[in-house]
């Protein structure tokens, strides 16, 4: 396959951090172009728009959407209509009717649509997949708890309506889960901590069953201080603990380290992508974000108080 020109538009933290370095390692991609109203990036072709970048830039094949959900649908629409092939980092949408709009526009468009979830790729979820595969599950406990100043420095957006407070990170857990579990599972109860000054939650507490009633409880908090994140995934079974830690990148069973590894998130991302793009497929799987539209339909509210930056 050729080199896949792309453009990544919305040059912020995520870009910065994983996208850019991501793109660069890999040589089935060259970076073409960048579309971000405020950011100047060396060595490649800067816009202020995916617009003006599709009337005047050099001509690309795919587009990486690293700009927030509320406004990234427009953008995939537009240049899906192009006829580039578009990532979204994740959550896919703002909405869950909005995925289903994109997902109709590739099948028109005839290009790739991959609604990405990074952490699936970290590097303990497919072996924590293979070990739950044989085992009884008895009960998962999540914890997802970060400090939102020092991951989310200066991001309005996440606190508007859209923005999912702290489940912008908690989707991430979700992710994880739904790829490791055999079964599918369904929210029965959730308490949100609203920040009177905010439009979406600083803190959620999660109860799911399955359909053999194994309950699942996750607590999602985004005012962890002080001492690293927490990112873990315990889950009972008839032959032991089974942890994912650090997001995923470290696997034990019964307190017992049985795999670690590098950050490959964002590599796996943009391999999959290409692959994707090479077979002429996409892959648009919206279950963690359908149990977060739950948690904000079926969730108790209380007011916590102002969160100031
Ligand atoms: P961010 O630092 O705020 O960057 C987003 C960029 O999008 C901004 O720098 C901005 O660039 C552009 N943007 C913001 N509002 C816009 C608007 N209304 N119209 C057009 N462009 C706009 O946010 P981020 O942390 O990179 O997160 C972006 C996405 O990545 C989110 O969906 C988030 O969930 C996901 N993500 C973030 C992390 C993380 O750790 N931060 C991890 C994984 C995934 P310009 O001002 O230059 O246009």
Redesign the pocket.
């Known amino acids: 396959m050729d080199v896949i020109r792309l453009a990544i ?10 996208h850019h370095p991501a793109i660069d390692a890999n040589d089935s991609y060259r970076l073409s172009a960048v ?5 100047e990036v060396a060595n490649t072709a800067n816009f ?2 995916l617009d003006a970048l599709l009337k005047a830039g050099p001509t690309i094949d795919a587009v990486s959407l ?7 649908t427009a ?1 995939a629409r537009l240049a899906m209509a192009h006829g580039k092939h578009v990532m979204l ?3 896919p949408g703002a909405t869950l009717a909005e995925i289903e709009t994109l997902r109709e526009d590739a099948h028109r468009c005839g290009v790739t649509l991959f609604a990405s979830w ?1 952490s699936r790729h970290a590097y303990c979820v497919a072996p924590a997949r293979r070990w739950l595969a044989t085992r009884k599950i008895r009960r998962v406990d999540i914890e997802w708890k970060e400090d939102v100043r020092v ?5 309005a ?2 606190w508007e309506p859209g923005g ?1 407070g702290v489940f ?2 908690g ?2 857990a979700l992710s994880i889960v739904t790829a490791i579990l055999p079964r599918p599972f369904h929210l029965t109860d959730a308490e949100l901590q609203m920040p009177g000054n905010c439009q979406t939650p600083i803190a959620a507490s999660l109860d799911f069953v399955d359909g053999v009633n194994m309950p699942i409880h996750a607590e999602f908090d985004f005012r962890q201080t002080g001492t690293p994140p927490i990112w873990e995934i315990h889950v009972e079974t008839d032959e032991g603990r089974l942890t994912l830690s650090e997001g995923g990148s470290r696997l034990s069973i019964d307190g017992e380290e049985v795999d670690a590894g590098p950050d490959v998130e964002y590599p796996g991302l943009y391999e999959r992508f290409a692959s994707l793009i090479q077979k002429g497929e996409s892959d648009v799987d919206v279950a963690p974000f359908r149990h977060v539209a739950d948690a904000l339909m079926l969730g108790q509210r209380r007011t916590v108080e102002d969160f100031i930056e």
């Not at 538009?9 to 994983?18: L, N, P, S, T």
């Not at 690293?66 to 990234?72: G, I, K, L, M, Y």
């Not at 991951?151 to 991001?155: D, K, V």
């Open positions: 538009v919305g040059y912020g933290k995520i870009a910065r951090d994983q579309a971000s109203r405020n950011a202020e728009s690293c700009t927030p959900a509320s406004v990234r953008q980092e994740k959550p990074h991951w989310h420095p200066g991001q957006w996440i999912m912008d990170p989707i991430n």
